[in-house]
């Protein structure tokens, strides 16, 4: 059973940076677009970040310029993100794009 495990996420002060990673059980990545997502209490989960074969990526309009999504040996994901705001307060899930497979989450906490 192929699975996605995320970690990285904590409390960080604005204007501050993280690096999540997402961990696949196989080469999940070189058969499907790896992205990454975030979803606060109530609302709908994004999509913030998607990766493709060739390594181009496309960003939601928030987080485009700083945020960076790459991918390493097709087995994992990455997003750094950069001069982060409260609004970026999610639980921050990696995706491989039309497969089931999700992680479980790793929260990440922006505030002073």
């Known amino acids: 059973q192929a699975q996605l495990v995320e970690s990285g996420g904590t409390l960080v002060q604005p204007g501050g940076s993280l690096r999540l990673s997402c961990v696949a059980s196989g080469s999940i990545f070189s058969r499907w677009l790896g992205a990454w997502y975030r979803q606060a209490p109530g609302q709908e989960r994004e999509r913030v970040a998607h990766i493709n074969f060739d390594e181009t990526a496309n960003y939601t309009a928030s987080v485009n310029g700083r945020f960076v999504i790459s991918t390493t040996n097709a087995s994992a994901l990455y997003l750094q993100m950069n001069s982060l705001k409260h609004e970026d307060t999610r639980v921050y899930y990696c995706?491989?794009?039309?497969?089931?497979?999700w992680g479980p989450g790793t929260q990440v906490t922006v505030s002073s």
């Open positions: 995706h491989a794009i039309s497969t089931s497979l």
